[in-house]
T-cell receptor, first 115, second 112 residues
């Protein structure tokens, strides 16, 4: 079975600084997708960034980028120029390629932005 | 934009009651999912459906059932609610040729 591990229950960063959230996963599949989702307090879960395992290039979305290390099964999220609106729970998730499988989530990292 | 709605944001039920949580999506997506979210445990998959009247068990299906009579609607049913089913329930949807799941706002269920 696949597992996703987020080893940082809580992280704190100063506004405008950079923070990296860690995620490791375990799978025997070669084709899969990795995701970072953001859940602001009392608000809807939204996708931050997605990475296809077959792509070597790391995904980037504005201030958000990932460091995808396939051999190490590591998928960290870097948030640059942190803003107050980035404060949220961040979940790393995995899904095998093809078909309609559910996501396997990590336990989440609570990100605090210090003004 | 994908719109996923859930019938209630907050729900309070008594032990033993039959509970229906409904999820509706407007994007004609084939795949729909129910997760529960608990502090310190992340999200766990309860059931999913890849077509009308089709369902598959997820990781924690015990105590739950689902119904999908129409493509846009996916219901989660607690046949006899118990206190350990107090949780946040999230519905998600995904198109057949897409990788991303889109989530509803969640239903926070309290079973007394």
């Amino acid at each position: 079975a696949q597992t996703v591990t987020q080893s940082q229950p809580e992280m704190s960063v100063q506004e405008a600084e950079t923070v990296t959230l860690s995620c490791t996963y375990d799978t025997s599949e070669s084709d899969y997708y990795l995701f970072w989702y953001k859940q602001p307090p009392s608000r809807q879960m939204i996708l931050v960034i997605r990475q296809e395992a077959y792509k070597q290039q790391n995904a980037t979305e504005n201030r958000f980028s990932v460091n995808f290390q396939k051999a190490a099964k590591s998928f960290s999220l870097k948030i640059s120029d942190s803003q107050l609106g980035d404060a949220a729970m961040y979940f790393c998730a995995y899904r095998p390629g093809g078909g309609a499988d559910g996501l396997t989530f990590g336990k989440g990292t609570h990100l605090i932005i210090q003004p | 934009d994908v719109k996923v709605t859930q019938s209630s944001r907050y729900l309070v039920k008594r032990t033993g009651e039959k509970v229906f949580l409904e999820c509706v999506q407007d994007m004609d997506h084939e795949n729909m999912f129910w997760y529960r979210q608990d502090p310190g445990l992340g999200l766990r998959l309860i059931y999913f459906s890849y077509d009308v009247k089709m369902k598959e068990k997820g990781d924690i299906p015990e105590g739950y059932s689902v119904s999908r009579e129409k493509k846009e609607r996916f219901s989660l049913i607690l046949e006899s609610a118990s206190t350990n089913q107090t949780s946040m329930y999230l519905c998600a949807t995904q198109g057949a040729n897409q990788e991303t799941q889109y989530f509803g706002p969640g239903t926070r269920l309290l079973v007394l």
